[in-house]
């Protein structure tokens, strides 16, 4: 008899495509995993509206659903409207109190209206958003991963982020958080699985890490 797979959807942080996951491998035996897309949501969409919108992606039931960043953000708020195996949530935020001072501040003089999201076409300014560093010598990474530059869902993106309101965290699911993230540098606080030396972008640059422990994190073995 075979075992049934378990199905496992990825969600990216903001801005960026789902091969940010390439390199993320399962045994194929056990998982099937399966790459979620941003949509451009409409102007004044609610994150509850967007994130039961992006659940008619999801075609299996009782699957591991696991978000990145923004990302994270939004599968906490689409675990409400499914039935989940495993809810897994990766270098983002457990609740509004772990977001950083500047995006409070966003928040309170609404500055975030007024951010020049027109120019995300440079992709320097762009991988600031998405992954709080310069290109740098990371310019080719930076524009095969980065390619949702549209404005609207920017501006859209950085307001969800910034006028995130979830009190408390979810109480099923597993944080993983580097401890040199700089976006949310307070979040491998508190219940956390903290990995070493992983910055905001470990999905891409440890994901040898995510490959030798996910399967136990999924199963309840670590």
Known sequence: MTSQLTHVYLMPGMAANPSIFE????????YKIHWLEWQ?????????????????????????L??????????????????????????????????????KLLKVTKAYKIL?????????I???YAFGETVKKRVDLYKKYLSVSDKTYLDWAIKQVVCWSQEAPHPDAIYIHGEKDAIFPYSSRGNCIVV???????????????????????????
């Open 23 to 30: 390199h993320i491998k399962l045994p194929g035996s056990d």
């Open 40 to 64: 451009i949501p409409d102007a004044k969409e609610s994150l509850s509206s967007y994130a039961q919108r992006m659940c008619q992606y999801i075609q299996h039931d009782n699957i591991v």
């Open 66 to 103: 696991l978000g990145v960043s923004f990302g994270g953000i939004l599968v906490q708020e689409m675990s409400r409207f499914l039935n989940l195996k495993k809810l897994i949530v990766v270098s983002s935020v457990k609740s509004h109190h772990e977001l950083p001072k500047r995006f």
């Open 116 to 124: 020049p999201t027109s120019l995300v076409s440079n992709i320097d």
């Open 126 to 128: 762009l991988a600031k």
């Open 196 to 222: 070493k030396g992983g910055t905001h972008i470990m999905i891409i640059v440890k994901y040898k890490w995510f490959n030798e422990n996910l399967p136990k994190l999924i199963e309840g073995c670590a």
